[in-house]
C-alpha cells in the first residue's frame, strides 16, 4: 500500500468516524455492560465467571498484554500464563503456542514436534477461527497489539471446539469505551529501528461501538537478515438492533513481511556468532503474508430460556515464504460458520439446568506450489532466484464439529458439567504437477487422494464447589484429538493414502481451586492435572531393496506422552487508594512444574537407526518456569511495572548431529533470567486531550536468551533474542469528543 493509498484509507476511517460520532453522540442514556455483553466465553454455566469454570482458564487483560511493548503476544503469555509457552520464529512471525508441553504436531523427519506453525491448538480472533479448516494456525498477519482480552482454555477441549488437543486461545479485539468518542494517534519506538505508527478511532454509543485501527510498523533487526514490517487495518463494530438482537462484525487486513536469518548452530549460539544461517540468507529467507479475516456475528434471544448466536466467517490469505530449502507460494481461502443455542431452564427453586448445543463447519480451499532455488546466474554474489516447480497441490479440507455441554446447578452452589462433541475431518488433495508417466495401466497412481477422520468423540465431565461466593474447588475430566494435516495423510513416494494413520488422542484429569481471600485483595489459581496423549505420530523409514539405504520415509502412530504438572498464579493488592501517594501496588507471581516424559515412544530417523525416547523428558519443556512482578502507579500520573522472567534448562534434541551415528544424546538448554521495566505518565493536557507517555527497557542485565528452540533439529537450533539491553518509549495522544 504506497503513502496516497494510505492517505485515503486513513482518511475515509477518519471521516466515517468522526460523522458517525456526531451521530451517536446524541444518545445519553447509558447501559451499564453493554460493551461487556459482547463478550463470548463459551461455556454451559449462565454464570461465566472464571470461578464457576471447572477448568483452568487464564484470562489477560490491557494491563497484562501492555506491561512491555505491547507488540509481541509471547511477552505477556510466557510472564502471566502458567503453563503456556509462546514462541516465535522472527520478529512478528511463526508464533507458536506450547500448552502443557503439547507444542506442534509431529515433523515429518524430524519427529516429536513441529518446529512450524502452531499445531494442537485452537485459535480464535473475535470469534472467527485463525486456525484453519486442515488445524494449522498461521499468526504471521495478526496485529497483537490490536488485541485488549486474551482467554486461554488448558488443555484438550473438543468438547466445545473440536480438534483442540492442547487447549484454545481466544483473542478479543480491543473494545471501545462505552460512550465515549475518541481519535487516538499512538507512537513507539525503539532498539534496532523499531518504528510503529497507530492511529486509532472510538465511538461507544448506546447501541453501537466501533474501533477502527490503523497502523504501520517496521523494525531493522537486531542481526543480520532480520528486518520486518506490517501494515494493518482492523474494524470492528456491534449494534444493538433490539432488545432481543444485536450484531457484532469484524473486518482485519493486513501485509506483513519478516525476514529470516535461520537457526543458529549450538556453537554459533554459545559463541555469541550471531550471523545467521548462510543457506537462509542466500535464499533471502522470508515470510510475506497477505490477508483478509472478516466476520458477521447476530444474537437472538427468542425468551428467557433460548437465545442464539450465529457466526459466519471467511479469511483470505497469499504467502510467499522461503527458507534454506527452497520457495513455496501459497493461496488459501477458508470460510464456515459456528451456531450455538443457549439454554436455560429453572427445575424448581434451587435447582438450574443450563446447556449450549451448536455445530461449527469449516472449510478450506488451497494451492501450494513450491520450487528449488538456484544461484543467480546474472549476479552470483546477489540472493538465489527462484528454480525449477518441485509440487503443485491443490487441496479441500473439511472440519466440523457438533457438539453439546450442561451444567446444572445445585444448591449450596455445587455444579455439576457433563458435555460430549463429535468431530470429522475429510482431506482431499489433487496433485496438479502429475506426471504422465504415473498414468498408464501398469503404472498408474492416482492423482486425487483423499482420507477423513470421523467419529473422534470427545466427553467431558466436571464438577465445581463454591464456597462463601469467593473460593471454588473442581475437577475435571476432558478429551480431545488432533487429527493429521494435507501433508501426512499420504505417502509421497508411492502415492498411496496413508491409511492406518490415526489422530492423537489426549486426555486430562485436572484438579483445581481458584478464589479471593484477605477481603478480596489476593486472588489464586491453583491446577493438578495428568495428560496422556495416545496414538503421537512418529516417522518410520523403509530400506531400499538391499536393504543398504533409507527409501523413503511415512508417519506412523507410536507411543504416548504422559504429562503431569501443578501450576498457580497469585495476585496481591497491596496498595488501592486513590489519594495516596502510592495509588496502587499490586505484586503477582507465578510458577509451573512439569514432569513430562515419553512413553513407548520409538522415532526412526534411517532405516537402520531407531531412537527410543521412552521415560524421557519431553523435549522443548522446562520443568521449572517461575515469573514475578509488580504494578504500581504513583499520585501524579506515573505509573510503572517490573516483571522478572525464569526459565529453567531444558532439553531440545536426543537425535545426534551426524545422521549415522545411533548413539542418543542429551542436548540442554542453559536456564535464564530476565529483568524487564516499564515506566510511564499520564495527565490530562486539556478536558479533551490527554497524553500516555512510556519508556521501557528489556533484558537490563543483558542476558543471552532464546526466542526460540528447535526441537531434534540439529546442527541448527536457536533463534534468539537480543543479548544486549533493548529500549524503547512511545507517546500517545488521545482526543475524547
Known amino acids: 500500500m504506497n503513502l496516497l493509498n494510505k492517505t485515503l484509507v ?125 488445524g494449522i494456525t498461521l499468526m504471521d498477519d495478526l496485529d497483537f497489539s490490536s488485541i485488549g482480552d486474551v482467554e486461554v482454555v488448558k488443555g484438550p477441549s473438543g468438547s466445545l471446539y473440536g480438534l483442540a488437543i492442547a487447549g484454545v486461545v481466544n483473542l478479543k479485539t480491543i473494545l471501545p469505551e462505552l460512550n465515549k468518542i475518541s481519535l487516538a494517534q499512538n507512537t513507539l519506538f525503539g532498539s534496532y529501528g523499531l518504528k510503529r505508527l497507530t492511529t486509532q478511532a472510538q465511538i461507544g454509543g448506546k447501541n453501537g461501538a466501533m474501533l477502527i485501527n490503523y497502523g504501520s510498523q517496521k523494525y531493522d533487526g537486531f542481526m543480520e537478515h532480520t528486518a520486518s514490517s506490517k501494515d494493518f487495518v482492523n474494524i470492528f463494530g456491534n449494534s444493538t438492533l433490539s432488545e432481543k438482537q444485536k ?28 550471523s545467521g544461517n548462510p543457506n537462509y540468507i542466500k535464499n533471502d529467507a522470508h515470510s510475506h503474508m497477505v490477508s483478509f479475516r472478516g466476520g458477521l456475528n447476530h444474537d437472538y434471544q427468542f425468551n428467557r430460556n433460548i437465545g442464539n448466536s450465529f457466526s459466519v466467517f471467511g479469511t483470505g490469505i497469499e504467502s510467499d515464504v522461503s527458507s534454506a530449502g527452497g520457495w513455496t507460494d501459497k493461496s488459501a481461502l477458508n470460510f464456515g460458520f459456528r451456531t450455538t443455542f443457549n439454554l436455560n431452564f429453572d427445575l424448581g427453586t434451587a435447582y438450574k439446568l443450563s446447556g449450549i448445543a451448536g455445530t461449527e463447519m469449516q472449510q478450506q480451499n488451497s494451492q501450494a506450489i513450491s520450487y528449488a532455488m538456484v544461484a543467480n546466474g546474472v549476479d552470483p554474489d546477489a540472493y538465489n532466484v527462484i528454480g525449477s516447480q518441485r509440487s503443485n497441490r491443490y487441496s479441500i479440507s473439511k472440519t466440523n464439529h457438533i457438539f453439546t455441554e450442561w451444567t446444572l446447578n445445585m444448591p449450596y452452589d455445587f455444579s455439576v458439567t457433563a458435555g460430549v462433541g463429535s468431530s470429522y475431518m475429510g482431506i482431499e488433495s489433487q496433485d496438479r504437477m502429475y506426471v504422465p508417466a504415473n ?46 494435516v494435507s501433508s501426512y495423510f499420504y505417502i509421497p513416494y508411492t502415492g498411496e493414502v496413508n491409511k492406518n494413520l490415526k489422530a492423537e488422542v489426549g486426555t486430562q484429569f485436572e484438579i483445581g481451586s481458584k478464589g479471593t481471600l484477605m477481603n478480596n485483595k489476593l486472588t489464586y489459581e491453583l491446577a493438578v492435572f495428568q495428560t496422556n496423549f495416545k496414538d503421537k505420530m512418529t516417522s518410520v523409514a523403509v530400506p531400499n531393496a538391499t536393504n543398504t539405504a533409507t527409501l523413503y520415509s511415512y508417519i506412523v502412530n507410536a507411543g504416548e506422552q504422559i504429562h503431569k504438572g501443578i501450576e498457580a498464579s497469585v495476585k496481591y493488592e497491596l496498595i488501592s487508594n486513590e489519594n495516596g501517594f502510592f495509588k496502587s501496588v499490586s505484586p503477582f507471581a507465578n510458577v509451573t ?11 526412526q530417523r534411517s532405516y537402520n537407526i531407531a531412537f527410543d525416547f521412552s521415560n524421557e523428558k519431553v523435549l522443548g519443556t522446562p520443568p521449572v518456569v517461575f515469573n514475578a512482578g509488580v504494578d504500581f502507579a504513583i499520585k501524579y500520573g506515573f505509573y510503572g511495572n517490573v516483571t522478572y522472567n525464569y ?5 531440545y534434541s536426543y537425535v545426534p548431529t551426524t545422521a549415522s551415528d545411533p548413539n542418543m544424546v542429551h542436548y540442554e538448554t542453559a536456564s535464564y533470567n530476565l529483568l524487564n521495566a ?8 486539556t478536558n479533551h486531550l490527554s497524553l500516555d507517555a512510556t519508556f521501557g527497557v528489556n533484558n537490563i542485565t543483558n542476558t543471552q536468551y532464546y526466542q526460540m528452540v528447535f526441537s531434534n533439529q540439529l546442527p541448527d537450533a536457536y533463534l534468539p533474542a537480543p543479548y544486549n539491553a533493548t529500549f524503547f518509549g512511545g507517546l500517545n495522544l488521545k482526543y475524547t469528543f
Open 647 to 651: 526459565r529453567d534448562a531444558m532439553f
Open 593 to 603: 512444574y512439569s514432569d513430562f516424559k515419553y512413553k513407548d515412544y520409538i522415532y
Open 10 to 134: 486513513l482518511g475515509a476511517i477518519v471521516s466515517s468516524a468522526v460523522g458517525y460520532s456526531q451521530e451517536i453522540k446524541k444518545d445519553t442514556v447509558t447501559k451499564v455492560n453493554y460493551l461487556k455483553e459482547v463478550e463470548v466465553t463459551a461455556t454451559s454455566n449462565t454464570n461465566k465467571t472464571i470461578l464457576s469454570q471447572p477448568q483452568s482458564i487464564s484470562k489477560l487483560g490491557e494491563k497484562e498484554l501492555n506491561r512491555s511493548t505491547g507488540l509481541f503476544l509471547d511477552d505477556a503469555i510466557n510472564t502471566n500464563v502458567p503453563g503456556v509457552n509462546m514462541q516465535r520464529r522472527t520478529v512478528s512471525a511463526g508464533q507458536q503456542f506450547n500448552i502443557r508441553g503439547y507444542g506442534n504436531g509431529v515433523r515429518g523427519t524430524n519427529g516429536t514436534n513441529s518446529n512450524f506453525d502452531t499445531q494442537g491448538t485452537k485459535v480464535y480472533l473475535n470469534n472467527i477461527p485463525v486456525t484453519d479448516a486442515e
Open 439 to 484: 498414468n498408464t495401466p501398469g503404472t498408474y497412481r492416482p492423482s486425487t487422494l483423499s482420507a477423513s477422520y470421523k467419529n473422534m468423540v470427545s466427553p467431558k465431565f466436571a464438577i465445581n464447589k463454591v464456597f462463601n461466593k469467593a473460593v471454588s474447588v473442581y475437577a475435571s475430566y476432558n478429551k480431545g484429538y488432533k487429527a493429521p
Open 247 to 274: 450484531i457484532n462484525a469484524y473486518l482485519g487486513y493486513s501485509d506483513s513481511y519478516d525476514q529470516r536469518n535461520g537457526e543458529l548452530t549450538r556453537e554459533q549460539y554459545e559463541d555469541f556468532d550471531y
Open 678 to 685: 516499564k515506566f510511564g505518565y499520564q495527565r490530562n493536557i
